[in-house]
């Protein structure tokens, strides 16, 4: 083209920040196409391989060309199935019809917010939060109101919190436990506490629980602490993190009939379903099957192992504090203890963005700044990759922080 084109992007756009983990992705890459040894703590996916009958299932499919367009909301043995799982770990009986499988948790929850939310309504999304919370309810015209769960409160919010950010505009509450960036986990009494706040309000809660099969301590789920709560509430759930899938692209939510209605209706207007393939060996991932449980609790053991190492090398690093997360495989440290002081060559960071950039330039560890998960002050450190690599890494935080 001759000419520079300017190009007018809609006015909903204007707002939206790019996934910043994605970001970071993209550097590495780029960092490792030039030769340099990265070692990386950014990515929030299991380093393990799919396991084995799951991904047969998957082959199979293929083979036995379940390749065609299936049902918006996926096909209808995988929404039973997915019906079944979320009946025993809710104790509320779910439909099929309750069910709509979707590209990912993450569609999943765009889906929801789609679905409940006007221009000028509020959605309650506790900081520190996952990235795309704010920016999909952004994206559906929401004011994303943000409570902080302090260090203190290991990064949960309190019912006074909640009660204060509520208001007759609240259209969602967002809770994810455990949580993707701090590895929290709600016990069963602090739910409690905030679904009674919640009795005098008519917000959806959508409780993200993504990183269930990854909990180091009595993992309560939020209804069958809060059953009073089961018509306004969806569950997301998926089976990128549990069942180590994410790039087969699996999710889905499930709730009231008219809510999962509507969110069906905009699937049906934009990726329909997820590919088939991918949801035959889903379908082998739900259907109970003792192979894949005990790849399951052996996968979570080993975040277990790794969890508590990466705390053990993260103590030795002065400057470091970190909370014990019980949950997903995340750790998420307070390093203002290293800002506006002099690391190697006398060079200061200000903040942890700056702080997460030193690291990457002089410890080759990529890791992602606090900031971008509405949390300055931190990083977030996956430890879903092998031993030596964070034996390694830590190592060379350490050694990058002094001449
Ligand atoms: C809290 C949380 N929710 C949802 C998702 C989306 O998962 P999926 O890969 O199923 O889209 C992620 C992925 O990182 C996550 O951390």
């Known amino acids: 083209m001759a000419t520079k084109m300017e190009y007018r992007l809609a006015r909903r756009l204007a707002q939206l920040e790019p996934s910043a983990t994605a970001a970071m992705t993209a550097r590495v890459a780029q960092m490792r196409s030039e030769g340099v040894k990265v070692i990386s703590f950014s990515v929030g996916e299991p380093d393990f391989d799919t396991p084995t009958p799951i991904k047969e299932a998957g082959i199979d499919a293929i083979n ?21 799982r979320v009946t025993a770990d809710q104790g509320i009986s ?16 765009y889906l929801a917010f789609q679905a409940l939310c006007d221009e000028g309504d509020e959605a309650i999304i506790p900081a520190p939060y ?40 609240t259209r969602v509450v967002v809770l994810n436990s455990p949580s993707n960036p701090t590895g929290a986990v709600y016990s069963a009494a602090e739910l409690r506490a905030l679904a009674d706040v919640l009795a005098g309000s008519d917000a959806i809660v959508i ?40 790039g087969w692209r699996v999710g889905y939510v499930a709730g009231p009939q008219p809510i999962i209605d509507a969110i069906k209706a905009i699937q049906s207007h934009t990726s329909t379903h997820t590919a088939s393939i991918a949801q035959y060996a889903a379908l082998a991932a739900y259907t109970p099957n003792p192979e894949i449980e005990r790849t399951v609790v052996h996968m979570a053991g080993q ?33 203002e203890g290293l800002l506006n002081r002099p690391l190697r060559n006398g060079i200061v960071c200000r903040t942890s963005e700056e702080l997460n950039l030193y690291l990457l330039e002089h410890a080759h560890i990529a890791c992602v700044a606090g900031e971008a998960f509405g949390a300055p002050g931190h990083i977030r450190l996956s430890y879903a990759t092998a031993e030596d690599e964070i034996y390694a890494g830590m190592n060379r935080f350490r050694d990058s922080l002094s001449d």
């Open 303 to 335: 975040f277990h192992r790794r969890r508590d190492l990466m705390l053990e090398l993260l103590a030795e690093i002065s400057g470091v504090t970190c909370n014990v997360p019980d949950g997903a495989f995340y750790v998420f440290p307070n390093v």
């Open 207 to 246: 409780a993200d629980e993504i990183y269930d099969a990854i909990s180091y301590v009595d993992y309560a789920r939020w209804l069958r602490v809060a059953p009073e709560m089961a018509d306004r509430t969806l569950i997301v759930n998926g089976a990128a993190k549990g069942y180590a899938m994410t």
């Open 94 to 109: 779910y439909s099929a019809a309750q069910i709509s499988v979707t590209a990912g948790a993450k569609e999943a929850l």
């Open 64 to 84: 036995a060309n379940y390749t065609h367009y299936t049902p918006t909301g996926g096909i209808a043995e995988l929404r039973k199935a997915v019906a079944a």
């Open 130 to 169: 996952w990235v795309s919370y704010l920016e999909q309810a952004k994206l559906a015209g929401a004011t994303p109101i943000m409570p902080y769960g302090d260090q203190a409160n290991a990064f949960k919010i309190t019912p006074d919190q909640l009660r204060e950010a509520l208001s007759e505009r």
